[in-house]
């Protein structure tokens, strides 16, 4: 893919950049290195002092930057600004909290024979962030903000249509203070991605895309003995109960399949509905999206603006094409409208079974899958049934019900009576093809740590260590 902004509401491509030659790569490389080196030992307040000057830069330019992600990617004005804020929200979060989370953990001295002991959090150095388009500044944002915090220096690969996103980044925390080198942006193609994580100045990876690319980065990684976290992709479930509150399921339900154009990991997919409320649901759930406006990403009055690319809007639609011509049936929507740009309908469908590519694969688009049960088992049942482990919603009054999809949904996160989304003061991450390793809250900024055990005895007396085996 070429590395260009090419506006998917209009097909027109409005630039495009030149990918890094090898010598400036190894250049940039080094700068990480070095700026490592000073860097780690920096303050926390004055790391702190950097990382809430980037959010005010965020709050000031706010529209601005929406803009940008709006022309190349295609997400609503309205959301851009929101992802803005919460990029913004994010800085000021581990501005506050990165000391508190990385503090000395005091261990038991007297069992291991010390006069003190304890477990140290301290930062790998330089590590490369390989993100997608879909969230092009929260999903780098919440990888920057931990990792810089921590003490590491960033170097970022980011999606080929997203360039001045991530050009944006670099020059962000240039901007508000960090030293020259601390976060780096590398405009290369997906093809030098395995070169610069297998260099020696690379300490780590972390990755938020497809399960391909994620286990494409995970082999190298393992290959060299550098630490990788993995967001893979979703095939969400959101299961509906009867003693639900039905209304608000659906309005909720139509926003978790449809938030961002329908192109988002975290987005509910598979609607799982107990036979007793499955007609109302329906009814509703459709009239709903019916409803969904889809035009321009810059009108403020656009519910559903253009997939992100041509190749992404091909892949939707042959999905839906092979369920329908194998039984599955459309209940609105199902086709790509014939105007500019890479639209798509949002869509539900029905009568979707384990022969259709559908059933197996996430969907990353605006396509809601209905699916009915007649009981909890069923539903846990059928919730499981997929590689993917990232979310999942649950919704039920019963506080019985509440536990079950709690204890046994296979999945990263569980949300009851709500959506699935990000927080900064919640992990975020799955199981199964869905990756491995979290983002944000305190888990997020340690994965990047050395977690260093150290134990002092005393100098003039020696200690019982002595006397046992090392290990």
């Known amino acids: 893919m070429a590395i260009a902004t090419i506006n998917p509401a209009t097909g027109q491509t409005i630039k495009t950049f030149d990918p890094l030659s090898d010598d400036e790569i190894d250049r940039r490389l080094e700068r990480a290195a070095s700026a490592f080196a000073a860097y780690r030992l920096t303050r926390f307040s004055q790391r702190a002092e950097w990382m809430d000057s980037a959010a005010g830069i965020l709050d000031g330019e706010r529209d601005d930057i929406a803009r940008v992600m709006t022309t190349e990617m295609g997400k609503t004005i309205g959301a851009a600004r929101a992802e803005v804020a919460k990029c913004a929200t ?55 903000a931990p990792a810089l915090m921590a003490g590491n220096v960033g170097v970022l690969k980011h999606a080929s249509n997203v360039p001045q996103t991530a050009l944006f980044m670099e020059d962000l925390f240039q901007r508000a203070g960090f030293p020259q080198g601390a976060f ?23 990755l938020t895309g497809s399960t391909p690319a994620g286990r494409s980065v995970a082999k190298v990684g393992g290959d060299e003995i550098k630490k990788t976290v993995l967001e893979l992709g979703g095939s969400d479930p959101y299961v509906v109960m ?7 399921a659906v309005e909720v339900g139509v926003t978790a399949r449809n938030q961002n154009n ?86 539900v469908i029905s009568g979707v079974t384990p022969d259709m590519r559908m059933y197996h694969e996430e969907v990353f688009g605006p396509v809601a899958q209905l699916y009915r049960i007649s009981g909890i088992d069923e539903a846990i049942d059928l919730a499981n049934a997929t590689d993917f482990g990232l979310g999942s919603n649950a919704w039920t009054d019963d506080p019985d019900e509440q536990e079950r999809f709690v204890r046994d949904l296979e999945a990263g996160m569980v949300f009851v009576n709500g959506m699935t989304t990000s927080y900064p003061q919640l992990p975020f991450g799955g199981v199964k093809q869905s990756g491995y390793g979290r983002e944000l809250s305190a888990h997020g900024i340690r994965e990047f740590c050395n977690i260093k055990s150290v134990w002092v005895g005393d100098a003039k007396g020696g200690s019982s260590a002595t006397r046992t085996h090392s290990e």
Not at 185 to 202: F, N, P
Not at 303 to 312: H, M
Request: with cysteine.
């Open 90 to 144: 994010a800085c000021r979060y581990y501005a506050q909290h990165a000391e508190e989370f990385l503090a000395d953990e005091p261990a038991d001295a007297a069992a291991v024979g010390a006069t003190r002991a304890f477990a140290r959090y301290q930062p790998l150095g330089p590590v490369l962030a390989v993100m997608p388009w879909n969230f092009p500044l929260w999903q780098a944002m919440r990888f920057a």
């Open 242 to 248: 009867p003693s639900a509150d039905l209304a608000r």
């Open 262 to 347: 329908g192109q988002s990991c975290i987005a509910a997919k598979r609607f799982i509905v107990h036979d007793a409320v499955a007609d109302a649901f329906e009814r509703d759930f459709v009239a709903r999206v019916s409803a969904l406006h889809v035009g321009d990403p810059m009108d403020e009055s656009t519910d559903i603006g253009p997939l992100a690319t041509e190749q992404g809007r091909r892949d939707v639609a042959e999905l839906v094409d092979e369920a329908v011509s194998n039984g599955a049936r459309v209940l609105v929507g199902g086709r790509a409208p014939d105007r500019p740009g890479w639209f798509y309908e949002p869509t």
């Open 184 to 206: 780096q942006t590398l405009l290369i193609g997906s093809d030098q991605v395995e070169r610069v994580l297998r260099d020696r100045r690379i300490k780590a990876a972390t």
